[in-house]
């Protein structure tokens, strides 16, 4: 697709988990799960892939690129994967309510999006985004439009996505999880749940790092990965008490994990740390540095880049290794 064939497809969509709860006098739905899918005429990967979309994301962030190339859902069709495109809980076309879902965190605004995905002190390194750095560029309308909050409880949010993600596990059988920043957590702990419908779990940019702490304010991820507890052997209940190295996730360690991180990302400083946590904890894991595999210049929203059909090579190449041991 991103090379201009034309590719024989099926594709449609549906809405996973949805309760029903009450509301005065309405019975509504309570966090459904948006899925876009798609599958090539000719599936010859082994795998499915479902694609985790980050912060305030949406599905999207995985359909095409901000200045309107092609985006990895439709390479990974063209490469034989059947994928499922969701958008979390709360996000894009899975609805937000707050007297349903809870109270909504801070919006995203450009200042913040452009912190985060294009950074002027990065610029030297960063030569993969695909505009320029200014904030009057209308590329930056395309990267903010589809952006909204998060849920404000963190727990609750990684929760929901971990939830959602098995039941579409448990209805399209085993797959790979490929997911982007704060979609991770959620991939995290459903892998942790269900480690026999999880081929491997690719988290591209991962949040973090462990333990991760606001300066002056609360600890955001206070079970090391997550907001919520995963599956520690022994069990612990207190995140204070977790002891990296005693404290095991014997179902996580079932999956093979590759971490992958751009050059110019700040996420590329910790990648290291989130394997070295998951390592501790008996977990197979590999930080995959993008550079390191002769893809380069590559920041936090790798899947938006100039090269990034060259970067879901690598990831692919990665997971054709690990499946095939």
């Not at 309405?26 to 599936?43: C, I, K, L, N």
Request: hydrophobic share 40%; charged share 20%; aromatic share 8%.
């Amino acid at each position: 697709m991103g090379t201009g064939e034309l590719i024989t497809s099926r594709r449609g969509f549906f809405w996973i988990g949805t309760e029903r709860v009450r509301h005065g006098d309405d019975t509504v739905p309570r966090a459904p799960m948006f899925v876009a899918w798609e599958e090539p005429e000719h599936v010859t990967a082994e795998y499915p892939v479902v694609l985790v979309h980050g912060g305030g994301g949406q599905g999207t962030d995985w359909m095409g690129t901000p200045d309107g190339r092609p985006g990895w859902a439709g390479e990974l069709v063209r490469r034989g994967h059947r994928v499922y495109v969701v958008d979390r809980p709360g996000h894009g076309r899975s609805p937000h309510h707050p007297d349903v879902l809870g109270p909504m965190g801070p919006p995203f605004g450009y200042e913040r999006l452009k912190d985060l995905f294009a950074p002027d002190a990065a610029a030297e390194r960063h030569i993969q985004w695909p505009g320029s750095r200014d904030l009057a560029d209308p590329l930056f309308d395309q990267v903010a439009a589809p952006t909204g909050p998060m849920l404000a409880d963190l727990a609750a949010s990684q929760r929901l996505d971990a939830e959602r993600l098995v039941q579409l596990l448990e209805q399209v059988g085993p797959a790979v999880l490929l997911t982007h920043s704060a979609g991770a957590p959620g991939g995290w702990l459903a892998a942790d749940a269900r480690p026999e419908l999880v081929g491997a779990l690719l988290a591209l940019e991962p949040m973090g790092p462990p333990f991760l702490t606001v300066p002056d304010g609360p600890r955001l991820l206070p079970w090391g990965l997550t907001a919520a507890p995963p599956a520690f052997d022994p069990p612990v209940t207190d995140p204070a008490g977790i002891e990296p190295g005693t404290h095991r996730l014997p179902n996580l360690a079932k999956v093979p994990i590759g971490v992958f991180t751009g050059e110019a990302s700040a996420f590329d400083g910790f990648g290291g740390d989130v394997v070295a946590f998951l390592a501790a904890a008996g977990c197979r894991a590999e930080h995959v540095r993008l550079a390191e595999r002769g893809v380069r210049g590559n920041g936090h929203a790798v899947q938006f880049e100039r090269n990034n059909r060259e970067a879901l090579a690598v990831l692919l190449g990665w997971l054709e290794e690990v499946t095939d041991r």
